[in-house]
């Protein structure tokens, strides 16, 4: 107890920049909207706020295209905004942590500037080139995950560049000491500015097979794909190489100078494959995306957690979510409506009781679906790929109050607002007991207030027909009821209901349908 970590028992929160708060009127969020907002938060209960991409960048992958590793984007706003941001989260008992984004820098950055100007340039190597085939044709059969190979043909110096991700996004070489070392004085810097941690954007994906064999031909989709082009192969030179695991332990000597946290986004499917990814000197926290991923498959999905907390010992070191900005939102995909809604509460909760940090994305707490974005008016690169992978339904601006704007901008919003209701909004949830966002604040608070579920350890109870467990020695057990009916269960003695997901009262021991009952000892 003594040694937990200063996240120990936090609850995480998603702001996707662009689309939560708009202070200049000009449609796109920015930093000094976030402050204004961030009182949200405070009341929600939240203690950490992951901020996606605020660098600049030409905006080809909305930020993850970092061409300034050290500065801001004029359009999010300066560097002061930022301090002013960190300053008043300080205020109200918020740590902020932002993304890495150090696979892949933009092309437009002034290393891959450096680089692509002729063979012998000092920064060639800091990318990974390759000579063409005999026949012209790329260096090896890898994919890019938003399509096409994953290479491209620099005309001028005749020789390809890789990128996993799109051609404006090149990789650069993890085997390089130097990127190593430009990246260990970039953590420094933000730690010192005041951040207190980072999300690693594809922590899986650093090191490449030193030989850059072809991939095989794919036997059984394990990485989650937008893409045919990249599910067609089994991806076992190009991800997941247990080098990473030298890069994250690097990174962590940095962070653990400033006391930061490092959280992964592993986009690991596997439960015993992600394990290895927490190892006591590498990465604090590691994304579990199974549940991300999944539609509303209630046995499976209690299945997979299970495995995965297993997996990593029943240690709090797993990033527990159901959505994010790459993914629709959970709502959706567990039927929409008040029942998606329902489901989804049933299931935070669960993320909420587990070991493990979670994490809110934007809207969760306010129930919402995805957003409706007409295809002409689309903005995710993976739009052009596949319309119907679009990742824009779930990056809708954030409703704040009705009318015009949502109260996220007075300008036009650089995506539709969604077709939302008033319903949706803050400001009429705010007022509602009833509402999605009085019973997430009810579940933070309840986590928050709850020491038992600060800290490792999870006791799997058989209970028939529920997802049951107790945290804490048993100071608190849980009953998860993911089905379509009502179960009876044998309420332990001594305990008394400290939470009903779905704000229902637990008659007779019976757990209602696709809801979760807390049970604290009396
Ligand atoms: C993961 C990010 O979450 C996603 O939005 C981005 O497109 C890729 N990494 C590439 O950086």
Redesign the pocket.
């Known amino acids: 107890m003594d040694h937990q970590p200063w996240w120990a028992g936090s609850v995480g929160y998603e702001v996707y920049v662009s689309s939560w708060a708009d202070s200049t009127g000009d449609g796109l969020g920015d930093l000094a909207g976030i402050t204004a907002h961030l009182p949200h938060l405070a009341d929600l209960g939240v203690d950490l706020l992951w901020l996606t991409p605020f660098f600049p960048s030409p905006l080809a ?1 909305h930020g ?1 295209d970092v061409s300034d590793y050290r500065g801001v984007d004029p359009r999010f706003g300066t560097m002061a905004d930022l301090e002013a941001l960190l300053a008043r989260a300080g205020e109200l008992g918020l740590r902020v942590i932002a993304d890495l ?1 150090v ?2 820098s933009s092309d437009q950055h002034p290393w891959f500037t450096a680089s692509r100007s002729s063979r012998e340039d000092a920064k060639r190597d800091w990318y990974t080139w390759r000579d063409p085939e005999p026949d012209g044709s790329e260096p090896n059969n890898w994919a890019a995950h938003f399509g096409g190979p994953a290479w491209t043909l620099d005309e001028a110096t005749g020789q390809y560049y890789l990128h996993l ?1 799109l051609p404006e ?1 090149p990789d650069l070489n993890w085997e390089n000491p130097q990127v190593a070392q430009a990246v260990d004085d970039i953590l420094d810097f933000w730690f010192d500015k005041g951040l207190s941690g980072v999300r690693i ?2 922590a899986h994906l650093f090191v490449k097979h030193p030989d850059l064999p072809d991939n095989p031909p794919a036997s059984g989709g394990k990485i989650a794909s937008l893409n045919p082009d990249w599910s067609a192969l089994e991806h076992v030179y190009d991800v997941d190489q247990d080098d990473n695991l030298r890069v994250h332990r690097r990174w962590r000597t940095v962070a653990d100078r400033h006391d930061a946290l490092l959280v992964g ?1 592993t986009y690991v499917l596997d439960p015993q494959r992600l394990a290895r990814y927490v190892p006591d000197d590498g990465l604090n926290i590691a994304f579990f995306f199974g549940a991300a991923e999944s539609g509303w498959e209630p046995e499976a999905l209690a299945a997979m957690l299970r495995e995965a907390v297993d997996a990593v010992d029943g240690r709090a070191r797993l990033g527990l979510v159901l959505s ?3 993914v629709p939102r959970a709502v959706s995909r567990f039927g929409g409506g008040p029942l998606g809604r329902r489901r989804a509460l049933a299931l935070h909760t669960v993320l909420l009781t587990l070991p493990g940090l979670p994490f809110l994305y934007q809207g969760e707490e306010l129930g919402l679906e995805n957003g409706f974005v007409p295809p002409e008016q689309a903005q995710d690169p993976v739009a052009r790929l596949a319309p119907a992978a679009s990742r824009d339904v779930a990056r809708t601006p954030m409703p704040w109050a009705p009318g015009p704007g949502l109260g996220f901008t007075t300008g036009t919003p650089w995506l539709p607002d969604g077709g939302r209701t008033e319903h949706d909004t803050v400001a009429v949830q705010k007022g509602d007991p009833g509402s999605p966002l009085a019973r997430y604040r009810d579940l933070v608070r309840l986590r928050r207030q709850t020491p038992a579920l600060h800290s490792d350890g999870v006791g799997w109870l058989e209970h028939p027909g529920l997802l049951a467990y107790s945290r804490g020695n048993g100071a608190v057990v849980v009953l998860a009821n993911l089905s379509d009916s009502p179960v009876r269960a044998d309420l332990p003695a001594g305990y008394e209901v400290a939470l009903v997901s779905s704000g229902e009262k637990v008659v007779d021991g019976v757990v209602p349908a696709c809801a979760a009952v807390v049970l604290t000892r009396a």
């Open positions: 992958d993850y984004v696979n892949h991700f996004q954007d594809t986004e994010s900005h790459d």
